[in-house]
């Protein structure tokens, strides 16, 4: 015989909820409207915008001031430059210049030492040396700053050679020079 099934014994299915109602659902409380508050309701907000703006004002102010005033160092500065410039420009052509009467002074103890011919090589290098000093005298600043950078473009390389010489030789002269004190 077959066992019949027990109410106690059997589980009910759950039953599916019903659908809410579209008017069912709780409305929110309506909510008073707000009165418009007036413009000194906030008196440090406006305080504060206040002193915001005057500071920002104050600030453009000294940056200016300070730009103006850094122009002016700056033009000092430039001026005090290109003065140290030419007067270093003069230095130099003058000491071109003696190295060329040196050389040429010198080229005479050279024919009777070597010969005639290691002579007239001093004696052009001399000349090239008082051309050199020459053409630093007749030049402004500019002109020898354009010309030294067309050089350094086409010739690199001569013009570090150049340079390592003029180093070395402000080298040994301020070495010479230290020692003498």
Do not use: C, W
Request: hydrophobic share 40%; proline share 4%.
């Amino acid at each position: 015989m077959a066992k019949a099934a027990t109410p106690a014994t059997k589980k009910a299915a759950p039953r599916p909820r019903a659908p809410a109602k579209a008017g069912a659902t709780k409305a929110a409380p309506a909510r008073k409207p707000v009165k418009a508050k007036a413009a000194t309701a906030h008196p440090i907000r406006d305080q504060l915008a206040a002193t915001r703006d005057t500071i920002k004002s104050e600030a453009s102010k000294k940056a200016a001031s300070l730009k103006g005033e850094a122009t002016t160092l700056k033009n000092q500065a430039s001026a005090k430059a290109r003065d140290a410039a030419a007067k270093g420009k003069d230095k130099a052509a003058e000491a071109v210049g003696s190295l060329a009467k040196l050389l040429e002074d010198s080229a005479g103890t050279v024919d009777s030492k070597f010969g005639k011919q290691y002579g007239d090589y001093a004696r052009s290098a001399a000349a090239t040396v008082a051309g050199l000093a020459s053409t630093l005298d007749k030049k402004d600043l500019d002109e020898l700053a354009a010309s030294t950078r067309d050089m350094v473009k086409k010739n690199p390389a001569i013009a570090v050679g150049a340079a390592t010489v003029i180093g070395f030789v402000l080298a040994r002269m301020l070495k010479g020079g230290s020692n003498n004190d």
